[in-house]
Every structure is written in C-alpha cells, then in structure tokens.
Antibody, heavy 123, light 108 residues
Framework: QVQLQESGPGLVKPSETLSLTCTVS?????????WGWIRQSPGKGLEWIGT???????FYNPSLKSRVTISLDTSKNDFSLKLSSVTAADTAVYYC????????????????WGQGTLVTVSS | EIVLTQSPGTLSLSPGGRATLSCRAS???????LAWYQQNPGQAPRLLIY???SRVTGIPDRFSGSGSGTDFTLTISRLEPEDFAVYYC?????????FGQGTKVEIK
C-alpha cells in the first residue's frame, strides 16, 4: 500500500523559507513515477507547485519557480519542498503526491496523496 | 499555460439526481492528459478518472468521463449522499500541470 506523509513546521515567519518533507512508504521513489507538491489555500482550489523525478529532473510552476526548490533523498525514500521568501499568500495546506510518468504511461494524474499539512505564514 | 475553466461553480441537486460537470481548456489538450478528482472537506483529493474516461479501480460506475479537445465532462449518473463534494479537473501540457478551480456539488 502506497502511503505519503508530509512533515514540517506548521508556522513560518514572513520572508523566511518554508521547508516540508514527504516520506513515502510502500513504494520506491526511485521507480518510474514522478513525485509532486500541490497546495490549497484556505477555501480555494488546488495549485500545482512542482514535480521531481528520481533522476533529479524537476518541473516548477512558473508563478513560483523563482522561490521553489524540490529535491529528493533516495536513501530515505523521501522528497522535499523549499519555498523561500514566504508571505501570507503562501498560507495553505500543502500536499505531496505520486504522479504518473507522462512519458512512460502516456497519462497524467496524481494517484496517491498525503493527508496534507497546514502551513501558516505569520509573525 | 493552459487554463482549465470549470462550470458551474456550484451544482445544487437532490440525491438520485444526475450531475453534469464541465471542464473547458483554453486550448486543445490530449485526452490522455485529463483527469478528475473528488475532494471532501478536510481530506486530500481522490483520483476518479484519468485519460478523460478511464475510471480508477474501485470507483463506482455511476462516475463517467468524456470529452476531447477543449471540452470535457464528468457525469455522476445517480447521486449518492457521499458524492456531494468538490470536483476538480486537471491537465498536463508542456511540462506543466494545472487544475480547474473546482465545482461544488451540494445537496438541494
């Protein structure tokens, strides 16, 4: 059974860097799938943040690209998100998810999700 | 960047009714790259449909997806109490993934 679990501080000060880790169990992140981060501001819709493949290849949302870094640690079977220079607008529930490899599967979807973690940006 | 526009914003229906949700893309997309999700309050989204019309294992057959090009539809044939939720479409193109803004299906 594939499971993902987000972890990290629930409160971050403005201008600082938000750091979250997604620990994956039941599946190797070195597999064919992509691994992604999505966020949801309170009462709002879903926003894709970025995606990483085990090769280290990354894809970022252009609107966040200048502030986002996604990395992975195959030895720990986890991947991480860093979002710099945060403001109140970055307050959201952050989800990690497994993504279909578009090239291999010919499809695009997020099939397994973490439960999400609320990050509040406030002084 | 491809923008997905979902309509209506809110759909008010009775249990047993039929729900038709629309997802329109700002430019033509491959059907293989269109997916639908259901989200209940306080929960992560759940994948329902991928490839525009392929139902995920375990998803009831009252859920169906269709469409091509720029117009896609999620249909729930007979609404059950657990189907009242928010639904999102999602697409992939040019190494970017985007979601629609969501349609809320509420009890009338």
């Amino acid at each position: 059974q594939v499971q993902l679990q987000e972890s990290g501080p629930g409160l971050v000060k403005p201008s600082e860097t938000l750091s979250l880790t997604c620990t994956v169990s039941g599946y190797s992140i070195s597999s064919v799938y992509y691994w992604g981060w999505i966020r949801q501001s309170p009462g709002k819709g879903l926003e894709w943040i970025g995606t990483i493949y085990h090769s280290g290849t990354t894809f970022y949302n252009p609107s966040l690209k200048s502030r986002v870094t996604i990395s992975l640690d195959t030895s720990k079977n986890d991947f991480s998100l860093k979002l710099s220079s945060v403001t109140a607008a970055d307050t959201a529930v952050y989800y990690c998810a497994r993504q279909a490899n578009v090239v291999v599967t010919g499809n695009s979807y997020f099939d397994y999700w973490g439960q999400g973690t609320l990050v509040t940006v406030s002084s | 960047e491809i923008v997905l526009t979902q309509s209506p914003g809110t759909l008010s229906l009775s249990p047993g009714g039929r729900a038709t949700l629309s997802c329109r893309a700002s430019q033509s997309i491959s059907s293989e790259f269109l997916a639908w999700y259901q989200q209940n309050p306080g929960q992560a989204p759940r994948l329902l449909i991928y490839g525009a019309s392929s139902r995920v294992t375990g998803i009831p057959d009252r859920f169906s997806g269709s469409g091509s090009g720029t117009d896609f539809t999620l249909t729930i044939s007979r609404l059950e109490p657990e189907d009242f939720a928010v639904y999102y479409c999602q697409q992939y193109g040019s190494s970017l993934w985007t979601f629609g803004q969501g349609t809320k299906v509420e009890i009338k």
